[in-house]
Every structure is written in C-alpha cells, then in structure tokens.
C-alpha cells in the first residue's frame, strides 16, 4: 500500500522565519509552527491547541513533498492522462461547461467543493456556481455533520456548535454519544481529561468499548441504530423524577408537552430490552446527567450516519434542552470533521443554503448577496446533494462533475454505483494535490497546491476563523485553488473574477457577514482568530423567530436495513488514530505509515469462536452491495455487530439509504462474515 517514497526537496521561500498554518487534517482546528527551513512541526502554544498535537498534526508537512504529487495539468485522450498547458486546459473545460450548459441547462453541471481548503476557495467555487446558473453546490458535509445542521436549524436556529472548546472545562458533566474523539479529535481530549481533574463526570455512549472509554465514568453500550430509545428513556427520568430545569423549560422552551408525552412509553425496562443497557443503570446516568447543574453534549458519526440522523441528534438536544445546558450553562459540541468543514459550510458551499446558513429563499440576504456579486438575482431552488447526484448522473440529468478536493470513488456509500456514474460523466473535472481513486475518472485533472504553500483562512469545529500561512513555494506548475478558480472564473465570462491576492477574497467574504464588516484581514492574522458570528451562541434568547428554543419530540426510527438469517451481522464502519478518511494524504506521510496499523475487522471473540476464526485469520464481509476481504480483529465490541475501519474499501459494503438530511447510512447494514482458507 505505501505510496510516494521518494521525496522532492523543500522548495523553500528566502531566508524565512517559522510560520503558523492550520493543520491540515481534523476539525479541531489545531494550528502548527512550521520552519520553512526544515519543514519541522511543532505545536503553536496559543487557542485552541494550547502546545499539543496529535502524530497527524506533527507529520503534516510530510504528504506535501511526496513524490506522487501532480505537477501540471492533465488531459485524457483515450485510455491515457496527458500533460496539457494550464491556459489550454482552463480554456477546454470552461467552454465544455458553457457548451453543455447551452445544450442541457445550468443544472446539469454540478460542482463538489472540499473541506480541505480554504474559506476563500469554497467562497470562490460557491460563487462560482451560483453565478453559472445552478445550486448544484455541496461538499462532504453531506456525509457527515448535515443532520446535525438540519436538526440544530430546527431546534435553536443555528446550525453549529454553540460554544468554545474552553467551556468544556468548567461544566459539570460531558455527554460523548456516539463519538470517539480518542482517536478523531485526540487534542480535545486534553480539554476532558482537564475537566474531569476539575470534577466533571464523564459519560460515553457508543456500540462498542471504544478508546474514549478508558476513563469515563460511564461507558454505555447500546445496539447500533437504537440511540432514540436510550435518550428518550433518560428523558422519562429526568420528566418522572421532576429533575429538568423547570424554569428554563418554561422561559426558554417550546414543546415540553409533547415531550413528555412522547418518552411516556420509553420506560428504562424497555430500553434496556431495546438497548441492553440495564434499567439501573439507564436511572443512574439520568439522575447524574440532571443533577450536574451544567454540562456539554458532544456527538459525532455514531449519531449522524444513520436514517433516523436528524431525529438522532435532535434527541440528544433535547436532553441537554429540558436542563438548560446551553449557553453559560453548557453547550452543543457537534464535533466537525474536515479542518474546514465548517468554513466551507459556512462560506455556502451545500446545495440548499447561502453563506451563514441562510436559506436559499430569505430574498433580503439572497438579494444582498447577488448585490456583490453584480449580478440582479441568484437561482432559488435547492441544489442536489452530494448523495443525489448519482443517480442523476445515471438518469442523464448532471452531465458534467468539477470536483475540488473530495474523493467519492471511495468515500461515498456504495461506491460502485458512484464509480459506474463517474465513468458515465461527458465531463468530470478533478483539483487535487493528489491522483486521487476519484481523479483516475477525470477527463482533466488539475494540481492544487497544498495548504502550506498558499496563504488562507480556515474555520474550525467551535467557528474560528484562523490564517494559515504560506511556508513554502507551490510544487511543481501546481496552483493554489483561489487561482485556479479565478481563472476558472473568469474563462467562464462570470463578473468579478480579477483577484490578485487572496486577501481581497477574505476582505469581499468579510463584507457578507455584518460581524465581520467592521474586522480586518490584518487583525485576523496576528491573533487567535475571529469567532463567527460570536463566542458564545444562544446566551439570552435563541436564534428562531421567537426567541424560544423548540423541544420536538422524536420516535425511535428503525435503520433501513435488518439483520436476518442470510445477513446476520449489523456491519458498522469507524475510524483510526493514523489512518485519514481516504487515505490519500497519509499514506503518503512515511512517519504515519510506521504508525498505522493494519485495517482490521473488530470481532466478538464468541462470535469468532462461533466461526472457527481466529485473531489474525482472513475472513470475507459481504453485504448485499459487495463483499471485501480483510484480517480480523477479535476485541471489545459486542456480539453480533463487527465494525470496519472506512478507511479504504469499507463502502464497497455500505447502505446508500439516506437520512433527511441527504447523508447515508454508513454506520448500519446487514452483513454476513465468513472465514477465509487465504488472505
Ligand atoms: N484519525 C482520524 N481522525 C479523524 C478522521 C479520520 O478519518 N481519522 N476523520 C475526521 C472526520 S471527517 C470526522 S467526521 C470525524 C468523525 O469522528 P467520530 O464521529 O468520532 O468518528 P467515527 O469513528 O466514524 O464514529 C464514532 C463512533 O460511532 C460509533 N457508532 C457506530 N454506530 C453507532 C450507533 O448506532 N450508535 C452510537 N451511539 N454509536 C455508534 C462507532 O463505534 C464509533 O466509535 O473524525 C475526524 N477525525
Ligand atoms: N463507510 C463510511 N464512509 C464514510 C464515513 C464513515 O464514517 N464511514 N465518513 C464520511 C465522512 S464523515 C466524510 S467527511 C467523508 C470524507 O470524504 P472525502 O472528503 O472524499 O475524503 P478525503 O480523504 O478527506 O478526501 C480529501 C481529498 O482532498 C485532497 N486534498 C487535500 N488537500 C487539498 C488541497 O489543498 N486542495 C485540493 N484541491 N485537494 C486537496 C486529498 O488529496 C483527497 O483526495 O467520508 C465519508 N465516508
Ligand atoms: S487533533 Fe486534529 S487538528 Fe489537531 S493535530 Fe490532530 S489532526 Fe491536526
Ligand atoms: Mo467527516
């Protein structure tokens, strides 16, 4: 598997000091001092990392130099990729998109834009869509936090997490569901460690006994796809035992009603026949949880990636809603994934909102918007998701793909039917640092420079925008996205494509967000970021029309597929500490390489027992999409349920249902496993 050994020499800028970039890895958002010199990492000592770094963060710089990256431009003609010029190849793709726009409409182009790169260069994809006619904007939000987005949206009026990393140390309880930051977000870990030194219980909700673990309090193990039964019982405690917030429910809240006839049923005796967790235990989280006075409820994938993600996720907030953890008093952490997943999101880059999360119909913020950009007026139906637009490439609806930095071919549910629709494209455009899986399709494939060798700012998981420097000069023709979008841009004949810097993209996104109108691009490079829109969200009243946060009731959703006698297995996917979603950035990093361990499949040592496989054996995972081999991992996890790192080959097998907010549901199907004579 290892890819890239050799390596390329530090195109270094003259007689340079160290350097602040933002790492380029998980939404934490830690930010590292580079030495132009030497490429060396070290931690920046200041907010958010606070001198830590995982093994991630410290190895970032080293993808940047692999000997696989792309180096010009690149054109197929039949089977074979070809050198091209950049002004060539810019020139064919923009009258291609125009061609099949005058053919087919602006809808039948579609553009992927990346959480990997920056504010300015999501800004500029958006705007460039928008402008060309269409919505079909989105990023891997979609696979990710969007249920968490539709579900904040609905329940306190902004998509986001509501409070600094900071805070988690002062509250007296966090609340991980469905969550491993252990090995996702190893930093905040030390932000938990410190708040239990100052007294914080700690409780972790997840399938199987995960790394997080190893110091909660509690550690509860509940059935994949069952998480509604377990909060909605936790719920009929708190109600039954009279131990919410009263006073907030009744100031702040709307819907308590509702709710407390719904959990009525969901007694902890049910749940625990549902779940597995016992009903003693189901009480005693609940009266901890209440009686904390304040406290943070962290989710992640275990929680989102299901049919029922919105109803998830707006389970969990109603339960930090009825105690009134939220805004001195605790928080909502949906902790983003992508080092600029929040950015991108908030720059506008999903198909069904405008930057800041505004809907596309709110015509006083469209009409602002279109007033920028010089043009009367921007389309106003809702764009396809990520997740859609395969089966409108096979319909023959999309017609032409520009992808920027994602990679589908492996990272989407079901991939095989992504792959057969790739191929089917009359045009697919791929901006990587990398020959991505997804870029091997490409009728043009385009080199991006990396994020140490450009400058841009980037958001985090708690909305702080942060610069990133430029360390070292481009490699090879690659570059930076801004630029390659700017020209883009303009080739299209699109109003207001002459950047020279990237600071006058900053400066015009600046100018959309009334908090930041009155902020320079100067001040956000010296300190330790801007918040947007502020610190602290929901302080004295939420942002819904009135001013209430909505308590919604939610029933338990069964996942789309189930277990039976041919597919006996719930197959989930997770991740691992030195392995990056796709692969494509750390396995080219030769000190994450020694770290890695194998990819296995985690086990129940009886069910192994059960079929005669060993620690160590290969066996085959088949699902009803397709089947994969990999060695196999006999741990902590309980019976019934395996669970394959996603990493690489994961989505040959996963269930491309999709929740409310457009995102599959990678974290459930129906498996079968059986032992293999030879790997
Ligand atoms: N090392 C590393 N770090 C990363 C990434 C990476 O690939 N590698 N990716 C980044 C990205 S893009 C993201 S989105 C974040 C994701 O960060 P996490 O959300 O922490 O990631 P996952 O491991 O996918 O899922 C979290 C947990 O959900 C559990 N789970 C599965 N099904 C269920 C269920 O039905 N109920 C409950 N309660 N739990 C369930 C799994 O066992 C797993 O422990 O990580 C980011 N950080
Ligand atoms: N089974 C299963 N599947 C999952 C998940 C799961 O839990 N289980 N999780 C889902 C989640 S949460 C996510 S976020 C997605 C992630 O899905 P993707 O975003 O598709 O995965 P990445 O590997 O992060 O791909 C990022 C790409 O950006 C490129 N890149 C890096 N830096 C730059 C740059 O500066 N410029 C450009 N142009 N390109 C750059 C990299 O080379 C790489 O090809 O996967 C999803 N898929
Ligand atoms: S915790 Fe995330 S942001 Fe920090 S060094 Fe590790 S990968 Fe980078
Ligand atoms: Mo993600």
């Given at each position: 598997m290892p890819k890239g050994f050799f390596y390329f020499a530090i195109n270094v800028l003259s007689g340079d000091h160290v350097k602040t970039v933002v790492c380029p890895y998980c939404g934490f958002g830690c930010r590292l001092l580079v030495d132009p010199k030497t490429m060396k990492v070290k931690p920046h000592r200041g907010e958010p990392n606070r001198g830590k770094l995982c093994p991630k963060g410290l190895h970032a710089t080293e993808f940047v130099l692999s000997g696989d990256r792309l180096r010009r431009p690149l054109k197929r003609t039949g089977d074979y990729l070809k050198p091209v010029s950049w002004g060539r190849a810019i020139e064919e793709i923009a009258s291609r998109l125009l061609e099949i726009r005058e053919l087919y409409g602006p809808d039948a182009v579609a553009f992927l834009a990346s959480s990997k790169v920056s504010n300015e260069e999501n800004y500029l994809l958006q705007k460039i869509a928008r402008l060309f006619g269409t919505n079909n904007i989105d990023n891997c939000a979609r696979l990710c936090h969007e249920a968490s987005v539709h579900a904040l949206k609905m329940a306190v009026g902004t998509g986001a997490q509501t409070n600094p990393y900071e805070d988690l140390e002062r509250f007296g309880v966090i609340l991980i569901w469905g969550y491993n930051p252990a090995e996702t977000h190893p930093v905040v870990m030390d932000y938990i460690r410190r708040a239990k030194r100052n007294g914080a219980r700690i409780i972790v909700v997840d399938v199987r006994k995960t790394t997080s673990m190893a110091f909660a309090d509690y550690g509860l193990i509940t059935r994949p796809g069952t998480d509604i039964v377990l909060a909605n019982a936790l719920m009929h405690v708190i109600i039954h035992e009279e131990l919410y917030n009263e006073e907030f429910v009744k100031a702040r809240t709307t819907g308590f009603s509702?709710?407390?006839?719904?959990?009525?049923?969901?007694?902890?005796?049910?749940?625990?026949?549902?779940?597995?967790?016992?009903?003693?235990t189901i009480k005693e989280v609940a009266r901890e949880f209440a009686s904390a006075g304040s406290g943070a409820v962290m989710w992640g994938m275990g929680l989102t990636q299901h049919v029922s993600g919105v109803e998830n996720v707006l389970a969990v907030i109603d339960l930090a809603l009825l105690l009134g953890y939220i805004g001195k008093r605790g928080g909502l952490y949906p902790m983003r994934g992508q080092n600029n997943v929040q950015g991108a999101a908030y720059m506008g880059a999903l198909s069904e909102f405008l930057p800041g999360y505004v809907l596309l119909t709110d015509d006083r913020f469209r009409k602002r918007v279109a007033s920028l950009w010089e043009v009367d007026d921007l389309p106003t139906e809702r764009g396809l998701y990520l997740t859609e637009l395969w089966d409108a490439i096979e319909s023959?609806?999309?017609?032409?793909?520009?992808?920027?930095?994602?990679?589908?071919?492996?990272?989407?549910?079901?991939?095989?039917?992504?792959?057969?629709?790739?191929?089917?494209?009359?045009?697919?455009?791929?901006?990587?640092?990398?020959?991505?899986?997804?870029?091997?399709?490409?009728?043009?494939?385009?080199?991006?420079s990396a994020f140490c060798e450009k400058d841009g700012s980037y958001m985090n998981s708690e909305r702080r925008i942060q610069w990133s420097h430029m360390v070292c000069r481009p490699m090879g023709d690659s570059k930076p996205d801004w630029e390659i979008l700017t020209m883009l841009g303009k080739a299209l004949g699109l109003p207001g494509f002459d950047y020279s810097s990237v600071e006058e993209i900053t400066a015009e996104y600046f100018r959309l967000f009334p908090e930041l109108e009155d902020r320079s691009v100067e001040e956000l490079k010296q300190g330790d970021g801007i918040f947007l829109p502020k610190k602290r969200l929901h302080t004295w009243e939420f942002a819904t029309e009135d001013g209430r946060a909505r308590l919604i009731a939610v029933e338990q959703i069964s996942p789309w597929e189930k277990p039976d006698q041919e597919y006996p297995f719930i197959l989930t996917t997770i991740r691992l500490i030195s392995h990056y979603n796709t692969g494509e950035m750390t396995l080219r990093s030769p000190s994450l390489l020694k770290l890695m361990g194998e990819s296995r499949v985690l086990i129940n040592p009886d069910d192994a027992r059960m079929l005669e496989i060993r620690d160590g054996d290969w066996v085959e995972i088949e699902t009803r999409r397709g089947k994969i081999r990999m060695r196999a991992k006999l741990g902590n996890i309980q019976r019934g349920v395996v669970a394959v790192p996603f990493h690489f080959k994961a989505n040959r097998l996963t269930s491309d249902a999709l929740n409310k907010a457009g995102t599959p549901e990678f974290k459930f199907s129906a498996a079968k496993v059986r032992k293999l004579e030879r790997g």
């Open positions: 509702e709710i407390k006839m719904a959990v009525r049923k969901y007694t902890p005796e049910y749940a625990e026949k549902v779940t597995g967790i016992p009903a003693d023959g609806d999309v017609r032409a793909l520009y992808i920027v930095g994602e990679n589908p071919a492996v990272s989407e549910a079901n991939f095989t039917r992504v792959r057969k629709a790739l191929k089917k494209l009359d045009l697919l455009v791929v901006q990587d640092v990398f020959m991505s899986r997804t870029a091997k399709y490409a009728h043009y494939v385009l080199p991006a």
